[in-house]
């Protein structure tokens, strides 16, 4: 099943994918289809009672280490970002004026389903969720080597759009092979598939469970493959994964001072 | 004056650590900052996330892992974001980390570990502070088993709370519930005050309940 949160009608709705459209899931509502256009598309994520984790990879494919000049790790090169970043399917994420290269980041997205503390790789995927697409988006000229990537770079508002989708972990047969590709305004400029990880799904979920208790709702997201260009307002950015979701993206430009 | 009982503070949104944010830990790092790794000294703040799994209750233990026979621990102050962006309240904490002698990667392994962040009772109203001008009086006591370990000043701020507070928010919009840390102060040697099983670990500030951590071996 593929889940969705959306903003309609002046609430906040569950809905699931049914032939093309959103099936409300609300009670008031419930069965009631709504199209795509009619709504706001929310990340696909049910609130949490407390901080959401939101962990992330740098570095996890190999094509992508080689681009970026640097050794494949040798262990996972992990960093955590705050909830605030994240954003929904059809949102505008900001530019800031006088950068030089902002780019998108395709990534599978790993939500985690029930809590998991000391997971051995070979279990590790009974507690996912599901799956969903993020555009982990970073602004290099912000790069700093303290911390790296640091969350300048990797934590601003509107710069980790997610979704449309929450699609239940048993509808992905293996999502370690499951095609990525990006598109800047309709041209193919990213292509790769999650077998090239370097540090797959069940081995990231037993590396961060060995010290971090990770609950329903958490977050990983997997890292991104070879292929990121620099991204100006008004461009469209699709980032999509097969069998997850296409997630749409308008690059807007900082708003001017007053 | 009978106080009415306000159940425990535990931190609702996401909670922000800030690196070398002390001038003696400045200081000490500076001839080191323009080599590799690093190659330039800090120019944005730099920040890390304590993510909710560390949260650790005053009164509460916090285990350590097996084969970490000591961590760092720190006495924190955290801003307590409010509506409308403005700071709120404040929090003592006491940040606990596997030591690390590089800050070149990010620390999620040192820095996330279950119960890694011991958190005070209450988050105190900032105008009960005289406000985020008033913090830079604020001096907090670290004690491990009773015996003083360290006083950090908030005067010896490199980014005082008002201006690490703005150019936090310039970035990224510190919302309802989430906290900033304004950072931990090393010893004159550069290291920070340590733990091991058995000891517990006390910080003090006026105007403040004492946060009181046991230090355990964890549960095998």
Redesign the interface.
């Given at each position: 099943m593929k889940r969705a949160r959306i903003a309609w009608a002046g609430a906040v709705h569950d809905a699931i994918e049914a032939d093309g459209q959103l099936e409300l899931l609300t009670p008031a509502f419930k069965g009631r289809r709504v199209t795509f256009d009619e709504v706001v598309w929310l990340p696909p994520l049910a609130p949490v009672d407390?901080?959401?984790?939101v962990?992330a990879l740098g570095l996890n494919y190999a094509d992508h280490a080689k681009e970026l000049d640097f050794k494949a790790p040798e262990e996972p090169?992990?960093?955590?970002?705050?909830?605030?970043?994240l954003i929904g399917h059809r949102a505008f994420t900001v530019r800031p004026d006088n950068v030089q290269f902002m780019h998108y980041e395709c990534e599978l997205a790993v939500v985690i389903g029930k809590p998991a503390?000391r997971v051995k790789k070979a279990d590790a995927l009974q507690y996912v969720a599901g799956y969903t697409v993020a555009n982990d988006y970073a602004i290099r000229d912000?790069l700093?080597?303290?911390?790296?990537?640091?969350?300048?770079v990797k934590?601003?508002?509107t710069c980790t759009p997610i979704g449309p989708w929450l699609v239940d972990a048993a509808d992905v047969a293996d999502p370690m092979n499951l095609a990525l590709t990006t598109t800047v305004n309709g041209q193919l400029t990213q292509q790769g598939n999650t077998k090239d990880m370097i540090f797959d799904v069940p081995t990231l979920i037993e590396y961060f469970s060995g010290?971090?208790?990770?609950?329903p709702g958490d977050l990983i997201l997997t890292g991104t493959p070879d292929g990121v260009v620099d991204c100006q307002p008004g461009d469209v950015i699709v980032t999509s994964i097969e069998h997850i979701g296409e997630l749409m993206n308008t690059i807007t430009a900082a708003p001017k001072a007053a | 004056m009978n106080t009415p009982w306000t159940p425990p503070y535990?931190?609702?949104?996401?909670?922000?650590g800030t690196?070398?944010n002390f001038r003696r830990e400045h200081a000490l790092w500076a001839p080191r900052m323009n080599e590799a790794?690093?190659?330039?000294p800090?120019?944005?703040?730099?920040?890390?996330?304590k993510?909710?799994?560390?949260?650790t209750p005053s009164g509460h233990a916090i285990a350590l892992?097996h084969q970490v026979a000591e961590v760092d621990v720190s006495a924190s102050l955290g801003l307590v974001a409010g509506e409308g962006g403005r700071v709120a309240s404040a929090v003592l904490f006491n940040n606990v980390a596997i030591p690390h002698e590089s800050?070149?990667?990010?620390?999620?392994?040192f820095r996330?570990?279950?119960g890694f962040l011991g958190v005070g009772r209450d988050a105190v109203a900032l105008d009960a502070l005289g406000g985020l001008d008033g913090l830079a009086s604020l001096v907090i006591e670290l004690r491990v088993n009773g015996v003083h370990r360290q006083t950090v000043a908030l005067a010896d701020l490199v980014r005082d709370a008002a201006t690490l507070w703005a150019d936090v928010n310039a970035?990224?919009?510190?919302?309802l519930g989430?906290v900033l840390m304004l950072g931990t102060d090393c010893l004159p040697d550069g290291s920070r005050p340590r733990a091991k099983a058995g000891d517990a670990v006390e910080i003090l500030a006026t105007g403040f309940k004492p946060l009181v951590n046991a230090f355990v071996g964890e549960a095998s």
């Open positions: 407390r901080a959401r984790t962990l090169l992990a960093f955590v970002k705050g909830e605030s970043s503390k912000y700093e080597n303290w911390y790296r990537p640091n969350l300048k934590n601003r508002d010290f971090m208790t990770l609950m | 535990l931190p609702q949104g996401t909670v922000y690196l070398l790794p690093y190659k330039a800090p120019q944005a703040p730099v920040l890390y996330i993510t909710a799994n560390t949260f892992p800050y070149f990667r990010p620390s999620v392994k996330c570990v279950d970035f990224q919009t510190l919302r989430d």
